[in-house]
């Protein structure tokens, strides 16, 4: 026997069965509405008094009413959802989470697509067409595809738009977001040369991201024209123990030690000041010390460590602002956006105190970086 409901709510169901599902006529009923008042109310149209919405809408929320998404899909031709992947690691699908920079571009996008109507659905690395091709998905968001990432391949022969950095302009179909790498690494290195460095090492991943090779083409490039030693490493696996093992070899692998180090391969910035004091180096006496990091730690070193940041919340903004330009106002050219980085000059890389001001406010605002 179904028991009657309380004051003010909906139905109670019976033992071991689902509760019926919230109709906008009881919400109506209860409210003392008719179902066209409620129905505009909650869709924020009409010409109604605050007082009636509020109850429209005060009233729906307390009974845990929920309009029915499956019809209202159909009726606009799209499922509101989209694919997520992180192509860069998809060796080990998971472990993106793991990286400050990601875990917080993964939220970001989450949260910035949720604000206009859209649910993320997070894809493992590396997923077989098999894994998500019965998915209603309206996109896919690539983050960092390593070179002929085979699932853009797949999304593009399957005509779901791609959302991911340059090294899709000029497919079908694909829209990027993406930075000015080659800016951000000059503009990190002119900073060491201005604090007197002569022997930058770079710690770069052994990836074929487009943004990882930029970097490093960057960093050949810099050096080459000022006429100093070009010293890099690259750091095997992500995670903290293969970076900082790729740092020690970078501080002890030459003749000659270097003295600065721009770690672009992301690990814990008290761990990489650990590294450099265990080889004997004073920061920033002896080694200036600069690193890619969205990593709150940096700011709480001695020294503080000096950050060139992604800006991971601004690429999630700007990638569905994108998104929705093209699935919902028909924008049908290809095309991308390049979004700013912000080098955070600190401490740790800074010899000469008079020229810091000037190093950081030259480096802020207008700088350049990676991609969803």
């Not at 899709?168 to 179909?173: A, I, M, T, Y």
């Not at 761990?271 to 180096?281: K, P, Q, S, W």
């Not at 800006?311 to 602002?321: C, Y």
Request: charged share 20%.
């Amino acid at each position: 026997m179904t028991e009657a409901s309380g004051p003010g709510g909906p139905p109670s169901p019976q033992a071991g069965r689902p509760a019926p599902r919230v109709r906008l006529v009881d919400v109506a009923r209860e409210a003392g509405l008719s179902k066209t008042t409620v129905s505009a109310a909650l869709n924020d149209t009409g010409r109604l008094s605050p007082e009636v919405r509020e109850r429209a809408r005060e009233t729906a929320r307390r009974m845990g009413y929920r309009p029915n998404a499956t019809a209202r899909h159909l009726r606009a031709g799209r499922a509101r959802l989209i694919g997520y992947v992180v192509g860069e690691l998809a060796d080990a699908p998971w472990t993106f989470l793991e990286s400050p920079y990601f875990a917080r571009l993964t939220g970001a996008t989450a949260a910035s697509a949720l604000g206009r109507g859209y649910a993320m659905v997070l894809l493992p690395a590396g997923s077989l067409q098999s894994e998500w091709a019965a998915l209603p998905l309206d996109a896919v968001v690539v983050a960092d595809p390593v070179a002929d990432d085979r699932i853009v391949e797949d999304l593009v022969a399957a005509r779901i738009p791609v959302f991911s950095d340059r090294s899709v302009e000029g497919l079908p179909e694909a829209h990027w977001v993406d930075v000015d790498a080659t800016a951000a690494v000059h503009r990190t290195l002119d900073h060491f040369a201005a604090q007197g460095a002569r022997r930058p090492a770079l710690v770069v991943p052994d990836s074929t991201t487009r943004f990882h090779r930029e970097v490093f083409a960057a960093h050949h490039d810099w050096c080459a024209a000022h006429g100093l030693p070009e010293l890099s490493v690259r750091a095997a696996e992500p995670g903290n123990g293969p970076v900082v093992r790729a740092v020690e070899t970078a501080l002890t692998a030459g003749p000659e030690r270097p003295d600065a180090l721009f770690v672009v391969a992301e690990a814990s910035p008290p761990l990489l000041l650990e590294a450099a004091r265990r080889h004997g180096y004073d920061v920033p006496g002896d080694l200036l010390l600069a690193c890619v990091s969205e990593d709150e730690t940096a700011l709480h070193t001695q020294p503080p460590v000096t950050t060139l940041s992604l800006r991971p919340d601004a690429v999630a903004e700007a990638g569905i602002e994108l998104l929705v330009a093209v699935l919902e106002h028909g924008q049908r050219e290809t095309g991308g956006v390049l979004v700013p980085v912000r080098l955070d000059v600190r401490a740790s890389s800074v010899r000469n105190p008079g020229t810091s001001g000037a190093a950081a406010r030259s480096q802020s605002p207008n700088t350049s970086a990676p991609p969803t």
